[in-house]
């Protein structure tokens, strides 16, 4: 079937705005990650989800972010109150079981830039 | 949590040479992925790949995993093999889930 699908592609927003990220997994996935790739650097871990059930929220970097999948397939990620510190490529990916023993496949991600 | 380096930072090919590109990683893993970030910043999975060797066309892999490495090879390179080679292992850290812990890529740059 399809990929991890991610919108919007880009996002530009001014300081202070909230924004919201989707990510629509492989239908099926029971794993979902979200992950932040500054420039220059490797994506680096921010939440986990497990069906509906957030596992994981130990990489997000402020009280500010938020990420919800209510029906276990569809996510978002919320930024409130953004700062330029927030500009960054987020990447969603899914994998199909829970386990370690499964690759992840991501999608083409939303460059977020804040002004 | 574990640690992952890569080498060479950064790599210049003529169109048609060979290379090869390393993963270091710090503790037992058991499974590893081998992404190419393209100019368009889409990360494409190229290999999962726990152990031993796989290939797929004119690139293949080889974890061995008792001695914390992996190696990425391309023959034959090609102007569209530009870009960044990440490989990324799960940080257990405890969990079973497997969230990634990324290197910090290798920049590979084929001149026509």
């Known amino acids: 079937g399809a990929g991890v699908s991610q919108s919007p592609r880009y996002k530009v927003a001014k300081r202070g705005q909230d924004v919201a990220l989707r990510c629509d997994p492989i239908?099926?996935?029971?794993?979902l990650f979200w992950y932040q790739q500054a420039l220059g650097q490797g994506p680096e871990f921010l939440t986990y989800?497990?069906?509906?059930?957030?596992?994981?929220k130990s990489g997000l970097p402020s009280d500010r972010f938020f990420a919800e999948r209510p029906e276990g397939s569809v996510s978002t990620l919320k930024i409130q109150r953004t700062q330029q510190e927030d500009s960054a490529v987020y990447l969603c990916?899914?994998?199909?079981?829970?386990?370690?023993?499964?690759?992840?496949?991501f999608g083409d991600g939303t460059r977020l830039s804040i002004l | 949590g574990i640690q992952v380096e890569q080498s060479p930072p950064d790599l210049i090919l003529q169109e048609g040479a060979n290379s090869t590109l390393r993963c270091n990683f710090s503790?037992?893993?058991?499974?590893l992925q081998w992404f190419h970030q393209n100019p368009w910043g889409q990360l494409i999975n190229l290999f999962y790949?726990?152990?031993g060797t796989k290939q797929n066309g004119r690139l293949s892999a080889t974890t061995v995993a008792t001695e914390r490495y992996s190696l990425l090879y391309i023959s034959s390179s090609q102007t569209t093999d530009s870009g960044v080679y990440f490989c990324?292992?799960?940080?257990?850290?405890?969990?079973?889930?497997?969230?990634?812990?990324f290197g910090q890529g290798t920049i590979l740059t084929v001149h026509p």
């Open positions: 990916a899914s994998s199909e079981n829970r386990g370690q023993g499964q690759p992840q496949h």
């Open positions: 239908s099926g996935h029971v794993s």
């Open positions: 989800f497990q069906n509906e059930a957030q596992l994981d």
């Open positions: 503790d037992s893993v058991n499974n």
């Open positions: 790949i726990p152990s």
């Open positions: 990324a292992v799960p940080n257990a850290g405890g969990t079973s889930y497997g969230k990634l812990t």
